[in-house]
């Protein structure tokens, strides 16, 4: 099993659409989540931290459970430019990097 | 602005030949910078942990002798891809750890390296 793991997508997304996803992981010794955003053949970049109260970032929202050992992120009023990678990143001694859900907003 | 710089931005060579990438934070000093690889449609890797001033510590499956890491300075941390193959191919990016951070965890990636070897 996979330490971090999600769902590849793609998922396609009418614009000004809600779309969420999930994420989970199996260390249950976890210390922080993140959400990175990745596009195409660039480096990922810090969307959000994700807290155990769950968190708000304008169109983004990021929620913990932290019994279920899942993590989720909920995109608003999807927009074209939020069409990426979206990284779910678990920190235990090191940052763990799950293999990505591609999102793609069309007109 | 970027925080974080490699160098090359991408890079092609010939088999059996060495590539050294260089990763340099610009406006802090960096005891640690992790390296990382990206094949095609998969997640980061990590490959190794680069400290200034020690050795670095490799991941498991990761050949040190082949991936030799140098972090002689605070701002400066190199890959070089020894003997390199086809099969290393990939997207090479490093991060560096900010220690002026809050608390949380402040870590900037490089915008990566395109390794091409044909």
């Known amino acids: 099993r996979k330490e971090v793991e999600q769902d590849p997508g793609p998922f396609n997304v009418p614009e000004g659409a809600t779309v969420a996803f999930n994420c989970t992981y199996s260390n249950s010794a976890s210390q922080s989540f993140f959400w990175y955003r990745q596009d195409c053949r660039k480096e990922p970049k810090l969307l959000m931290s994700?807290?155990?109260s769950g968190n708000e970032d304008g169109r983004f929202t990021a929620q913990l459970n932290r019994a279920s050992q899942y993590i989720s992120l909920l995109i608003r009023d999807s927009k074209l430019s939020d069409s990426a990678t979206y990284l779910c990143v678990v920190k235990g001694n090191k940052l763990t990097f799950g293999g990505g859900t591609r999102v793609l907003v069309k007109p | 602005g970027a925080v974080v710089s490699q160098h090359p931005s991408w890079v092609i060579c010939k088999s059996g030949t060495s590539v050294k990438i260089e990763c340099r934070s610009l406006?802090?000093?960096?005891?640690?910078m992790f390296w990382y690889r990206q094949f095609p449609k998969q997640s980061l890797m990590l490959m190794a942990t680069s400290n200034e001033g020690s050795k670095a510590t490799y991941e498991q499956g990761v050949e040190k002798d082949k991936f030799l890491i140098n972090h002689a300075s605070l701002t400066l941390s190199t890959l070089t891809v020894t003997s390199a193959h086809p099969e290393d191919s990939s997207f090479y990016i490093c991060?560096?750890?900010?220690?002026?951070?809050?608390?949380?965890?402040?870590?900037?990636f490089g915008p990566g390296t395109r390794l091409t070897v044909t």
């Open positions: 991060s560096a750890r900010d220690p002026r951070g809050s608390g949380s965890y402040e870590q900037y």
């Open positions: 406006d802090f000093q960096a005891t640690t």
């Open positions: 994700v807290y155990s």
